[in-house]
Nanobody
């Protein structure tokens, strides 16, 4: 079992930045990918970014490349999402998730999820 707790969401004006954090506990993450997804009301949950814990290799969806950066802190068992140049269309609830590998990293078929944190970007 992996417990995930997100933090760092909030309100920001367009062009601003936020950093989301996800603290993981329960087991070691060497065999996992740690990802971020987002969801707006009435829509499906979309893949944003993920990284494989063992190697730290990141993967991004096209609409955040160049603006968002996913990273990890092995000592703290935490994963982060640095979001720069935010746009109103980035407004969503952001979820942290853990996928036991091997698996498809860009779908919602992750094994564990956090409770989500709201990000609101005003124009």
């Amino acid at each position: 079992q992996v417990q995930l707790v997100e933090s760092g969401g909030g309100w920001v004006q367009a062009g601003g930045s936020l950093r989301l954090s996800c603290a993981a506990s329960g087991r070691t993450l060497n065999d996992y990918a740690m990802g971020w997804f987002r969801q707006t009301p009435g829509k499906e949950r979309d893949f944003v970014a993920t990284l494989t814990w063992r190697t730290g290799t990141p993967y991004y969806t096209d609409f955040v490349k160049g603006r968002f950066t996913i990273s990890r802190d092995n000592a703290k068992n935490a994963v982060y999402l640095q979001m720069n140049n935010l746009k109103p269309e980035d407004t969503a609830v952001y979820y942290c998730a853990a996928l036991r590998l091997p698996g498809i990293i860009s779908t919602t078929n992750y094994d564990y999820w956090g409770q989500g944190t709201q990000v609101t970007v005003s124009s």
